[in-house]
């Protein structure tokens, strides 16, 4: 089965903190992609990172970085310096290659952030 | 283009009721989803489709049909409201990058329709 956890549920951070949100998944497949999604309190899904499990080497995006680790099955995501404006719902979800599935994405419950100034 | 639009953004429905949410994309993408969005959750299968006529069930089905006459549309009808169905609705839609073997599912997402269930 595949599955994605997002342990933590909400994390209220102070501006100009940096803040990690967890990301640790579940496949049986050998080849897969993991994404992040930001959905802000508009209510959007504004996509963010698509990571593909064959490339290990982590990301940075400006402010943003990703690690990713197979051995531990885990995609975490920092914000550094976070600002008010990361405040949003955080998802990390989680698609096999295209040969092996209908390319739907399995989601986590998702990471409420909140930065107060 | 304008992408994957959804109609209406906003509905409320009283228990029994039914409706359709439509759910149109341009992109001349083969592969359609729906998913809910309930309060405090990810996002979870409702249906996809692969191309025109064809559909299929995804994790959460019960109380939905779909159908997909068109590349372009892929309407979500609602059958008797109940306020379990009470969610926020995204439609997608995607096409398929990369080698064989390697590649990945290129997914847009619509703006959401909001429906509440009273």
């Known amino acids: 089965a595949q599955k994605v956890t997002q342990a933590q549920t909400e994390i209220s951070v102070v501006e100009k903190e940096d803040v990690t949100l967890d990301c640790v998944y579940e496949?049986?497949?050998?080849?897969?992609?993991l994404f992040w999604y930001k959905q802000p309190p508009s209510g959007e899904l504004v996509f963010l990172i698509r990571?593909?499990?064959?490339?290990?080497q982590n990301e940075i995006s400006g402010r943003y970085s990703w690690n990713f680790q197979k051995s531990t099955s885990s995609f975490n995501f920092t914000i550094t310096a976070s600002q008010v404006v990361d405040s949003a719902v955080y998802f990390c979800a989680l698609t096999p290659n295209y040969g092996g599935s209908q390319g739907n994405l399995i989601f986590g419950k998702g990471t409420k952030l909140s930065v107060k100034p | 283009n304008a992408g994957v639009t959804q109609t209406p953004k906003f509905r409320i429905l009283k228990i029994g009721q039914s409706m359709t949410l439509q759910c149109a994309q341009d992109?001349?993408?083969?592969?359609m989803y729906w998913y809910r969005q309930d309060p405090g959750m990810g996002l979870k299968l409702i249906y996809y489709s692969v191309g025109a006529g064809i559909t299929d069930k995804g994790e959460v089905p019960n109380g939905y049909n779909v159908s997909r006459s068109t590349t372009e549309d892929f309407p979500l009808r609602l059958e008797l409201a109940a306020p379990s169905q009470t969610s926020v609705y995204f439609c997608a839609s995607s096409y398929t990058r990369g080698p064989p073997g390697r590649g990945w599912y290129e997914q847009y997402f619509g703006p959401g329709t909001r429906l509440t269930v009273t």
């Open positions: 992109m001349n993408h083969n592969y």
């Open positions: 496949t049986r497949d050998t080849t897969y992609y």
């Open positions: 990571r593909n499990s064959f490339d290990e």
